[in-house]
């Protein structure tokens, strides 16, 4: 089993900042991706932003300039740097990752979701 936990989401005014992370752990032998999506009511579960183990990296439109995706191999800790928020961002915002486990197997797992609410 691979195990993701979140954290940092909250409440934000329009135009401020949060930082989410999501930390990664079980029998991971590789993460090649990470990324994070939200879901705001009543709409589908969208990428937001995906970091692969090279570092290349994928935003959706509405975000780019804005937020910043990152990882740290060494932590299997994947960080969503949101700037100058925007009270549409409002959503829950889920981690994934997707890699090989010992034996390579391969997993492609989901975080628990943290809550991210911009107000205006």
């Known amino acids: 089993q691979v195990q993701l936990v979140e954290s940092g989401g909250g409440l934000v005014q329009a135009g401020g900042s949060l930082r989410l992370s999501c930390a990664a752990s079980?029998?991971?032998?590789?993460?090649?991706?990470m990324g994070w999506y939200r879901q705001a009511p009543g709409k589908q579960r969208e990428l937001v932003a995906r970091?692969?183990?090279?570092?290349?990296?994928d935003y959706v439109d509405s975000v780019k300039g804005r937020f910043t995706i990152s990882r740290d191999n060494a932590k299997n800790t994947v960080y969503l740097q949101m700037n100058s928020l925007k009270p549409e961002d409002t959503g829950i915002y889920y981690c994934?990752?997707?890699?090989?486990?010992?034996?390579?197997?391969?997993?492609?797992?989901w975080g628990q979701g943290t809550q991210v609410t911009v107000s205006s």
């Open positions: 970091v692969t183990l090279g570092d290349n990296t």
């Open positions: 994934n990752a997707e890699g090989l486990r010992f034996m390579h197997t391969r997993f492609n797992s």
């Open positions: 079980g029998s991971i032998f590789r993460i090649n991706a």
